[in-house]
């Protein structure tokens, strides 16, 4: 059964990363996807969501279940497959993360962004 839509935060480098996890069960997350394009589990593998939320949950396991549907183009919509992928943790994981903040951070400072940024932080 577990708990959904489970939110959390971490603290790093003086920002406040958020995540939800869609379904947090014992010591795994599930998080269930749609898409009307082709399952491609390296989309999901190569994205950053599932290391942010690993960080901030520490779980066992990250478990994707991807619902690939077809519209017809007439508003009916079939379910063509349903397929099921998990990721784990990795001993570089809060450095790829923390990288990816430094990243961020830099891109919102250079754009002149950072009063939106910390607004959004704010009303958080």
């Given amino acids: 059964s577990g708990v959904s839509e489970v939110k959390s935060t971490t603290e790093i480098d003086g920002h406040t990363l958020v995540a ?3 379904q947090l069960c014992g010591a795994t997350i ?3 996807k749609t898409t ?4 491609d589990a390296e989309k999901y593998a190569a994205s950053m ?3 942010v939320m690993s960080l901030i949950f520490q ?15 007439n508003s009916v919509v079939t379910l063509k497959s349903l ?3 998990s990721l784990y943790p990795y001993a570089a994981l ?5 990288a990816l903040l430094r990243d961020f951070v830099g ?3 250079a754009k002149e962004l950072t009063e939106y940024l910390e607004r959004r932080e704010v009303a958080a």
């Fill in 20 to 22: 939800k996890a869609d």
């Fill in 30 to 32: 599930h998080e269930y």
């Fill in 36 to 39: 009307l394009a082709t399952f």
């Fill in 49 to 51: 969501q599932w290391r």
């Fill in 59 to 73: 779980p066992a396991v990250i478990t994707y279940h991807v619902a690939t549907l077809d519209d017809h183009g």
């Fill in 83 to 85: 397929d099921s992928f």
């Fill in 94 to 98: 809060e450095q790829d993360v923390r």
């Fill in 107 to 109: 891109y919102v400072q």
